[in-house]
């Protein structure tokens, strides 16, 4: 079965620093992989995704991610945080040879970014 | 455009007492659907998933069941709620078939059994 894996459970920064979170997964085939947000009170909304090609993807809100398949990973990068960026990161793949019909999450790491 | 409805937001609910927690898809036709359950530190663990009506898998044996009576109508139910059934509840769904697809979901029902 497929899992992932976050490297970290809280991450602390003050604004501007630089944020990296990784994300590594375990699955034999093609996965698709994601990167999700949850907002304090809101609801979880996208990052970003990876399909295929390029395999560093830009999101939203100047966050980036690269996927490397030799380390199954796919960590999350953003240059300079600021406080808005405070929030819950999932990591999530979904394998490709089963349509589309399983998506496994992340443990998740929250951030909190200082003013 | 699509949009996903999920209730109620909130749910307080004697142990014991049974469960029916609704979610709806509109704007698209015979989607995947996911109910998961998010625990602090545990991230998303997915509870069922359907592919079409009536077809059920389940992930984790517990008291819940899931059905799926109409296309775009998914419920997550129990007979007996148990103290450790409480937590933050979200319905899912993404486009049937679709092998380039992302995981779009609803606002989640907080679920406290006491």
């Known amino acids: 079965a497929q899992s992932v894996s976050q490297h970290n459970h809280h991450v602390i920064l003050s604004e501007a620093a630089s944020l990296e979170l990784g994300c590594n997964y375990s699955?034999?085939?093609?996965?698709?992989l994601f990167w999700y947000v949850q907002y304090p009170g809101q609801h979880l909304q996208l990052l970003l995704k990876y399909f295929s090609g390029d395999p560093l993807v830009k999101g939203i809100k100047g966050f980036e991610a690269e996927f490397i398949k030799s380390k199954f990973s796919f960590n999350l990068r953003k240059p300079s945080v600021q406080w808005s960026d405070t929030a819950e990161y999932f990591c999530?793949?979904?394998?490709?040879?089963?349509?589309?019909?399983?998506?496994?999450f992340g443990p998740g790491t929250r951030l909190s970014v200082l003013p | 455009s699509q949009t996903i409805h999920q209730w109620p937001a909130t749910l307080v609910q004697p142990v014991g007492s049974p469960l029916s927690l609704e979610c709806t898809v509109e704007g698209t036709s015979n989607p995947n659907l996911y109910w998961y359950r998010q625990a602090a530190g545990r991230g998303l663990q997915l509870l069922f998933y359907s592919v079409g009506i009536g077809q059920i898998s389940s992930e984790v044996p517990q008291n819940l069941s899931a059905s799926r009576p109409q296309d775009r109508q998914f419920i997550l139910s129990s007979k007996k709620l148990l103290l450790s059934d409480s937590g933050f509840y979200l319905c899912?769904?993404?486009?049937?078939?679709?092998?380039?697809?992302?995981?779009?979901f609803g606002q989640g029902t907080r679920l406290t059994v006491v």
């Open positions: 999530a793949v979904n394998p490709t040879d089963n349509y589309g019909q399983n998506f496994v």
């Open positions: 699955y034999g085939g093609t996965v698709n």
């Open positions: 899912a769904w993404s486009v049937w078939g679709g092998m380039n697809t992302e995981a779009f």
